[in-house]
Every structure is written in C-alpha cells, then in structure tokens.
C-alpha cells in the first residue's frame, strides 16, 4: 500500500530567531499528520486509546517559513503486541527536510495500564504499512 500522505501549513510563528521553522513545530506537524492518517480510515478501533511513548527527529536541512504547505509522508512499522511505530518523511517541496519515527502505545485509561492491539487495530496498522507486518510472537 503506498504511504499516507498529508499537507501541514506552516505557521509564521513557527519560526524562531534565526528565521527557520524551530524544531519543536516538528511535533505539531508530526502530530497533525499522524491525526489526518488515523482519521483517514477511522472507525471506534482505537477509541480505546493509545498515547505516545517516544519520538525521534532527524533533521537534514533548515525550512524557512512560506505558504506553501509541507508534505508529509507517513507509515506504520514494527507492530508489537501493545505498541506500534509510525515512520515520517517531511518535505519542504521536493527536498526531505527531515525524518522521524513516533512510538505509541495502546492503553486503557480505565485502567491505566497498557492493552494489547486488537484483531481490528492490527488490520488498521497494518494496512499502512510499507511492507507485510509480521504477527507478534
């Protein structure tokens, strides 16, 4: 299946002094995509919850403020029994601006404790994944 792709505007207060998007915009726009990319195809699957456990960026070039939206391409790998990995390219036009990866985790908030991916979530993940995920051992 080809990835997820999603359109993030910038915002002019994104930038910081030295007039480039400040890394921590990064994680709006990770978020905002990762959001469209789950509201895509959702249903009351992940109702249940999930919340984030680790991100990582990777930047490669600066971005500096214009109107043009950024595209970010998303996927889903490393599937686990209570966890999952949502794998980002940014582009500022057709140059990768950065890469990052977030992991979240299933968890029932009644509870508060993690859960374990369900048959119908696993469906979900699996259909954005780049490549056939294997089940959990």
């Known amino acids: 299946m080809p990835r997820f792709v999603a359109r993030c505007a910038m915002r002019w207060s994104d930038m910081d ?45 600066p971005v500096v403020y214009h109107p043009e939206p950024l595209r970010l391409e998303l996927w889903i790998d490393q599937i686990r029994a209570a966890s999952f990995r949502v794998l980002y390219d940014v582009y500022d036009g057709d140059t990768l601006a950065a890469q990052a990866s977030t992991t979240l985790v299933t968890f029932d908030f009644t509870s508060d404790r993690l859960r374990r991916i369900t048959a119908e979530e696993r469906q979900i993940l699996t259909g954005y994944a780049d490549d056939p995920v294997p089940e959990p051992t």
């Open 17 to 61: 002094a030295y007039g480039h998007v400040n890394n921590t915009a990064y994680l709006a726009y990770l978020e905002q995509a990762r959001v469209s990319m789950f509201f895509d195809r959702y249903d009351a699957s992940f109702s249940s919850g999930t919340v984030v456990k680790h991100h990582e960026i990777t930047y490669l070039r």
